[in-house]
């Protein structure tokens, strides 16, 4: 047992250092403008009720879910007016601190699943998240003290009122706060406190590493709770950080290849519709999950230093995020379906509710109202970090603005430039307050076969990326600009029984389906929403077909509209004719798919993430079925 904190590889840069730009910066104006901006005024699970900010309403996760991306949202836009809305849930936190360091709504009247909430650690630690953003961000010199205080408080109390329900499975959120502040204090009681939790906490490590859930699950089970599972693989980069054991290391990409076999759908994420759910495509996976995940792949990469988290990231936050949301930011879904043909009120085979997959302000359960915020924000907070040596690494390319102190302590702006995924090329100027040698260490992806560096015009030769990373080490100087370029080819990956889905680069290809939406309850803002398809959806694709990619430089502030999708491919299919509905869903893209009579037609396929409803998954029609 080592009695130090082992570093993590990566060191993520302050909350408010990288400022989004390019669509980034519209995709987060956008939420801004919608959801995130105004929930307080159309949901009063986090209105002027809320327990955290004093009222008698919702005092569990709702509000701390909604201020940890409410929060670093704000920052990043430097948005006066939603700092303000912020700091309002902060100084209520702060100030309802009690003399023995508890903090927090005091009387929690409900009581789900068998948990008493007065008992529970795990709405705290959402919490205590969104005050070490807040610190980051502002410098706010409370934070440690009054963090040091809670955990005295929690050293104090935990052996008696353990970890258990949510706060079991997700004690490594707690770990997370408590390494923030030994990182700051060095406290060494903080590292005690941390292995008490750790050994409260849900044993990740052995589920991972010799994962038992092969079939989809149908039964409560804490260990099979999507949001749980995407949360948990975080767990073992934690222990790891207390134990140094690579037994924990090894877990976790053991975990993420399980959980693809098992359970991997064409948009990077695992399914759960309430509990992992096998590959068919026509499962759902919940919105929490998918930025729960997103959050967990950044930790990892921090930890790690690896560019598999990377590849992960970009993949869920680039299909499954936008996928899940209106592209104005009005609703989104609970669970969303790589084959999704019909967005309505119907029963279908899952854990969820029969509105499970609807538009709207809550469909099936609020936990993702509250808790969608945080995916943008804090993938646009984690694209750099740096990388433990004097230099940056590249997390995720999407553009930006980066300030850091690098080499031995020269000032640097670095502003990504191109519009990644949807360009291939990815600019990179320097500005420097001198020159200096310090390290670009640049993310190659593993679907990247040939990538190009240039520098101030100068091709570089590149050498093989080791875990993921090539480091283009050198004297870098003020005005200095490189040029990254990750050709994306078209590739087709086999999955579920066989079919086929579609991907260039990060992004997945899909046939949108013509959307037709139904208003199903009109609210002041926030409506919800049926979907029906006004086109036919039961295409297969040709086996061997081509694909044609036509690209527009013009990149949209809103790119994940199907109509204005920046870039389409087209392929040739056919209408399969024994593909059937079933139980309200697209059933299994057929084995044999029956073809005759139907005529090759041309496909135009686009991103994942801006249709709404699509097929991701292709039956595959062989060359052979013409014949019969
Ligand atoms: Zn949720």
């Known amino acids: 047992m080592t009695v130090s904190l082992k570093q993590p590889v990566f060191e993520p840069l302050p909350l408010g250092a990288i400022k989004p730009a390019g669509w980034l910066l519209g995709q987060l104006r956008i939420q801004a403008n919608g959801l995130t901006g105004h929930l307080e005024e159309h949901w009063a699970d986090v209105g002027p009720d809320n327990g955290w900010i004093?009222?008698?309403?919702?005092?569990?996760?709702?509000?701390?879910?909604?201020?940890?991306?409410?929060?670093?949202?704000?920052?990043?836009?430097?948005?006066?007016?939603?700092?303000a809305k912020a700091n309002r849930w902060v100084e209520w936190s702060l100030a309802s601190q009690k003399e023995n360091g508890d903090f927090g709504p005091g009387r929690i009247e409900t009581v789900n699943n068998d948990v008493d909430k007065q008992q529970d650690w795990w709405h705290f630690m959402i919490m205590l998240k969104v005050l070490t953003q807040h610190a980051e961000a502002t410098g706010d010199e409370r934070i440690v003290p009054f963090l040091e205080r809670y955990f005295r408080y929690v050293r104090g109390t935990i052996e008696q009122r353990p970890l258990q329900g949510w706060a079991k499975v997700r004690g490594a959120e707690m770990l997370l706060s408590i390494f923030w502040l030994h990182e700051r204090t060095q406290d060494s009681s903080l590292l005690e406190l941390a292995r008490i939790v750790a050994s409260q906490t849900t044993d990740w490590t052995t589920i991972y590493h010799d994962f038992p859930f092969w079939r989809k699950v149908k039964e409560w089970d804490w260990r099979t709770h999507v949001v749980n599972v995407a949360m948990g693989l975080k767990t073992p980069a934690m222990m790891y950080r207390l134990s140094g054991d690579e037994r924990e290391h090894a877990a976790v990409h053991r975990g993420i290849d399980s959980l693809m076999t098992y359970h991997g759908q064409a948009h990077g994420m695992f399914s759960g519709d309430e509990w992992l759910s096998g590959t068919h495509p026509s499962q759902?996976?919940?919105?929490?999950?998918?930025?729960?995940?997103?959050?967990?792949?950044?930790?990892?990469?921090?930890?790690?230093?690896?560019?598999?988290?990377?590849?992960?990231?970009?993949?869920?936050?680039?299909?499954?995020?936008?996928?899940?949301?209106?592209?104005?930011?009005?609703a989104h879904q609970y669970d969303q379906q790589v084959n999704q043909i019909m967005c309505n009120v119907a029963p279908r085979p899952w854990s969820n509710g029969p509105e499970a997959n609807l538009f709207g302000l809550e469909p099936n359960f609020g936990c993702c109202t509250a808790n969608m915020h945080q995916g943008w924000p804090k993938l646009a907070a984690n694209l750099w970090m740096g990388d433990g040596a004097g230099g940056l690494a590249a997390v995720s390319y999407a553009p930006c603005t980066v300030r850091a102190t690098v080499g031995s302590g020269a000032k640097l702006e670095l502003d990504v430039s191109g519009e990644y995924p949807f360009l291939e090329q990815i600019g990179l100027s320097l500005r420097l307050s001198r020159t200096e040698r310090f390290a670009l260490r640049l993310r190659i992806p593993a679907w990247c076969t040939n990538p190009q560096l240039t520098v101030n015009g100068e091709r570089i030769v590149l050498p093989e990326a080791e875990r993921g990373y090539v480091a283009a080490l050198r004297e870098w100087s003020d005005g200095d600009k490189a040029v990254l370029e990750l050709p994306m080819e078209v590739r087709t990956s086999s999955r579920h029984l066989h079919a086929v889905s579609v991907e260039r680069g990060p992004l997945v290809y899909v046939l949108p389906i013509r959307e037709s939406w139904q208003l199903l309850r009109e609210r002041e803002r926030f409506h919800d929403w049926e979907v029906?398809?006004?086109?036919?959806?039961?295409?297969?694709?040709?086996?061997?077909?081509?694909?044609?990619?036509?690209?527009?430089?013009?990149?949209?502030?809103?790119?994940?509209?199907?109509?204005?999708?920046?870039?389409?491919?087209?392929?040739?299919?056919r209408l399969v004719r024994n593909w059937k509905m079933e139980k309200n869903n697209a059933g299994t893209p057929p084995l044999n798919p029956d073809v005759a009579g139907q005529p090759a037609v041309k496909l135009e396929l686009v991103p994942y993430g801006s249709a709404r409803l699509r097929i991701g998954e292709f039956p595959l029609i062989r060359q052979h079925y013409d014949k019969l």
Not at 58 to 69: A, I, T
Not at 533 to 562: C, H, I, M, N, R
């Open 54 to 83: 004093g009222g008698k309403g919702e005092s569990w996760e709702r509000g701390p879910y909604y201020v940890d991306g409410l929060l670093p949202l704000a920052y990043l836009l430097g948005d006066e007016k939603l700092i």
């Open 284 to 330: 759902g996976v919940e919105l929490c999950a998918v930025v729960e995940y997103m959050f967990t792949m950044e930790q990892l990469a921090k930890v790690f230093g690896e560019g598999r988290y990377g590849d992960i990231l970009e993949k869920v936050a680039f299909n499954a995020l936008p996928a899940a949301i209106t592209a104005d930011w009005t």
């Open 532 to 573: 029906y398809p006004a086109s036919p959806w039961k295409y297969g694709l040709e086996e061997g077909t081509e694909f044609a990619v036509q690209v527009s430089d013009d990149v949209p502030a809103q790119p994940f509209e199907s109509q204005h999708a920046p870039v389409r491919l087209t392929a040739t299919g």
